[in-house]
T-cell receptor, first 114, second 115 residues
């Protein structure tokens, strides 16, 4: 099935610093979703990107979809302790027999040092 | 809306015992998904249903795992017999493809420990 590589696996930042996580695919994606999972919590949907070169913002979060629709990034400006958690990208791929699966990357675990 | 509701939140069982995990999706959502999360393998899709019908169970590890959705408001994931390697967090998620909200809504998960 569709696989995506997500980097880095871990990121430790000082509060106030910026943070970026990247998601890369070897094939063209139809769309990409981003989720956040707080420690001990469950994944929470953040956004979906569909168009080539699309950029969307949610307060301090900026999401980008590459021109070739093979990569995406999530950038957080001036991190806060509330940003702590694991950020996942997820892609939809056709897996045969009419089945579409949402496959998750391994995630980037963000730690914020106060 | 109460969101996706899973029970129990935690389950500790002995190897060989039967385990049943339960899920109530969001009302009106026509898709239901079971995911498993471990440190080693991340989030894996086990099975999903559309309008209560299983569509893709290729992620189910083996015959010890089974899932049902007898109606639109209830699904179960059963492991029989359970093994220590089944220890993980099991999430249920739902969504509707009839709305513009494309994201999956996850339940709080069931943390399963098999000893």
């Amino acid at each position: 099935g569709q696989q995506v590589m997500q980097i880095p696996q871990y990121q430790h930042v000082q509060e106030g610093e910026d943070f970026t996580t990247y998601c890369n695919s070897s094939t063209t994606l139809s769309n990409i979703q981003w989720y956040k999972q707080r420690p001990g919590g469950h994944p929470v949907f953040l956004i979906q990107l569909v168009k080539s070169g699309e950029v969307k913002k949610q307060k301090r979060l900026t999401f980008q979809f590459g021109e070739a629709k093979k990569n995406s990034s999530l950038h957080i400006t001036a991190t806060q302790t509330t940003d702590v958690g694991t950020y996942f990208c997820a892609v939809t791929a056709y897996s045969g027999a009419g089945s579409y699966q949402l496959t998750f990357g391994k995630g980037t675990k963000l730690s914020v040092i106060p | 809306d109460a969101g996706v509701i899973q029970s129990p939140r935690h389950e500790v069982t002995e190897m060989g015992q039967e385990v049943t995990l339960r899920c109530k999706p969001i009302s009106g959502h026509d898709y239901l998904f079971w995911y498993r999360q471990t440190m080693m393998r991340g989030l894996e899709l086990l099975i999903y249903f559309n309008n209560n019908v299983p569509i893709d169970d290729s992620g189910m590890p083996e015959d010890r795992f089974s899932a049902k959705m007898p109606n639109a408001s209830f699904s179960t994931l059963k492991i029989q017999p359970s093994e220590p390697r089944d220890s993980a967090v099991y999430f249920c998620a739902s969504r509707s493809f009839r709305t513009a909200n494309y994201g999956y809504t996850f339940g709080s998960g069931t943390r399963l420990t098999v000893v």
